[in-house]
């Protein structure tokens, strides 16, 4: 079956400019995660939308980034006015909410944003 | 709040070793889940296993075991008789709350190296 898709793969962009990163969680998961992973780091969680309830944004590291979800699908990250510091693999997440299920978290496969 | 401490930032061992990878986790919740991940050179992240804060029973998969002791706060993960196909930068992570779609919070990260 599907996995979840980001696009764009890679993104180059130049300083200043705004940037939007796409995420298609698994068809039925209500939870879905954005994290950024700079080179060489681990996982910095960004935000966390689970359902109907109200994002967990506590990981944004900045107003210039937010996110949105449409009802329990697509998701979208924004990056306003990029800077160097925001070159990372943004990777989004999404998991099952099925008590029943093993409940993992299912990762795309990012989209490496470079700002030069 | 949640954090996870991953002291070992590298480690090289030579094939056919053993190997233990360190996490110790901090919660203020009695009910928590526990989970371990393997991002190979390739950079997916792949799901290796879960754990729930009421399961302390350690777990054997093939050449992986896991060693979960509240007493300590640790869940460590334990590789026998290395390979080099087990290169990768391992996580450990840790969900606070109810159910394991919480908001997941990653250690740093472990990188491991098998040298033939």
């Known amino acids: 079956g599907a996995g979840v898709s980001q696009s764009p793969s890679n993104k180059v962009t130049e300083k200043g400019k705004d940037v939007e990163l796409r995420c298609d969680p698994i068809s039925g998961h209500t939870a879905l995660y954005w994290y950024r992973q700079r080179l060489g780091q681990g996982l910095e969680f960004l935000i966390y939308?689970?359902?109907?309830?109200?994002?967990?944004k506590s990981g944004l590291p900045s107003d210039r980034f937010s996110a949105e979800r449409t009802g329990e699908s697509v998701s979208t990250l924004t990056i306003q006015r990029t800077q160097q510091e925001d070159s990372a693999v943004y990777l989004c997440a999404s998991s099952s909410t099925d008590r029943g299920a093993n409940s993992p978290l299912h990762f795309g496969n990012g989209t490496r944003l470079t700002v030069t | 709040a949640q954090k996870v401490t991953q002291a070992q930032t590298e480690i090289s061992v030579v094939e056919k070793e053993d190997v233990t990878l360190d996490c110790v986790y901090e919660?203020?919740?009695?009910?928590?889940?526990l989970f371990w991940y393997k991002q190979p050179p390739s950079g997916e992240l792949v799901f290796l296993i879960r754990r729930n804060s009421f399961d302390e029973q350690n777990e054997i998969s093939g050449r992986y075991s896991w060693n979960f002791q509240k007493s300590t706060s640790s869940f460590n993960f334990t590789i026998t008789a290395s390979q080099v196909v087990d290169s990768a930068v391992y996580f450990c992570?840790?969900?606070?709350?109810?159910?394991?779609?919480?908001?997941?919070?990653f250690g740093p990260g472990t990188s491991l190296s098998v040298i033939p």
């Open positions: 919660t203020r919740d009695t009910t928590y889940y």
């Open positions: 939308f689970q359902g109907n309830s109200a994002p967990d």
């Open positions: 992570a840790l969900s606070e709350g109810m159910t394991s779609y919480d908001k997941v919070i």
